[in-house]
């Protein structure tokens, strides 16, 4: 892939703005400093081994194992002994567009969308890879490694296939995989997101976005959960931190500015609504990991 495709500096990594999909190793002899990013990120033990640290505690990391996070989500590796990752990562925006068909199916939903946020995940979600399926995960990460040398106009439809075959090696792994069908998502779903995320700074409430879509407010909590796994307002939450956190780690704004810009103008619910996602106040989250953030230049290459 030409251009700038991903970069790092000691506490944040960071897509350029040519890349929406990256896979590639990334070696870690001893450790890892805990850091942060605004994408989609997925960690596969390759080979090695060593502790992976996040919010919800200490897990180990050995072969096999993957641990996935939504953006902002904050994680580093600890007493690693040659821990070899196969890293895939790709844009949010990419996902709420033209992988938004994933809320839809059953597995990719759970993977991408339900799975992350059910009790306790904070963001994260953890399976293990069987050998065949690891086997299979590793040559669709191969063939996402090569193509992003290539020019990603000529190829955005290849990689945005690749990168569905790794996601579907890694849901095919969930608890419970291919058990049920639910039934088709209701539209007033994608409906009531679109309006969500194209005015975050909205005071919505349930009763407007039931009333606006001719719906009970009962019956659309039950649409919205059979779809997200989360009441409208849980989304929405959701929504809103992800975004406040993109928003510290890239942008000079003031902190109760950025709460205000994502629907929270008062400061103390703001603090409390970020704190209790991702365990920081949203000052220390910027103090610690956006203090050698980059930005993009007008090359379109992050600078310092």
């Known amino acids: 892939m030409t251009?700038?495709?991903?970069?790092?500096?000691?506490?944040?990594?960071?897509?350029?703005?040519?890349?929406?999909?990256?896979?590639?190793h990334h070696y870690h002899p001893t450790g890892h400093p805990v850091h942060t990013h605004s994408f989609i990120e997925v960690a596969i033990g390759y080979a090695g081994d060593g502790v992976h640290r996040s919010?919800?505690?200490?897990?180990?990391?050995?072969?096999?194992?993957?641990?996935?996070?939504?953006p902002g989500v904050w994680h580093g590796y600890e007493d690693c002994h040659d821990l070899d990752l196969y890293n895939c990562c790709f844009s949010a925006g990419l996902l709420r567009q033209e992988l938004a068909w994933?809320?839809?199916?059953?597995l990719l939903g759970?993977?991408?969308?339900?799975?992350?946020?059910?009790t306790g995940g904070r963001g994260m979600l953890t399976t293990r890879l069987a050998p065949d399926d690891f086997a299979e995960c590793v040559e669709h990460l191969d063939a996402l490694s090569k193509l992003r040398l290539l020019p990603p106009e000529l190829h955005r439809g290849d990689l945005i296939a690749r990168l569905t075959l790794v996601?579907?090696?890694l849901a095919r792994t969930l608890p419970g995989a291919g058990q049920s069908r639910p039934e088709p998502a209701h539209p007033a779903v994608a409906e009531a997101i679109r309006w969500m995320e194209e005015r975050p700074a909205h005071p919505w409430t349930l009763t407007e976005l039931a009333t606006a879509l001719h719906l009970a407010p009962g019956y659309l909590v039950r649409l919205f959960k059979s779809v997200t796994g989360l009441p409208p307002m849980a989304y929405l939450t959701r929504y809103r931190v992800e975004l406040a956190a993109?928003?510290?780690?890239?942008?000079d704004e003031q902190v109760n500015a950025i709460g205000e810009s994502v629907g929270w103008a008062d400061p103390n619910y703001f603090a409390r609504r970020f704190k209790a996602h991702f365990g920081l106040s949203a000052s220390a989250y910027r103090s610690r990991f956006a203090a050698n953030s980059?930005?993009?230049?007008a090359t379109g290459r992050p600078t310092i």
């Open 246 to 251: 993109e928003r510290l780690l890239h942008t």
């Open 3 to 24: 251009g700038t495709t991903i970069e790092h500096t000691d506490t944040l990594v960071h897509f350029g703005d040519d890349s929406f999909v990256y896979a590639g």
């Open 102 to 106: 994933t809320r839809d199916d059953p």
């Open 167 to 169: 996601l579907g090696c």
């Open 294 to 297: 980059m930005r993009l230049g």
């Open 55 to 70: 919010l919800a505690g200490r897990q180990p990391m050995r072969p096999g194992d993957v641990v996935l996070l939504r």
């Open 110 to 118: 759970e993977l991408l969308w339900t799975g992350p946020y059910a």
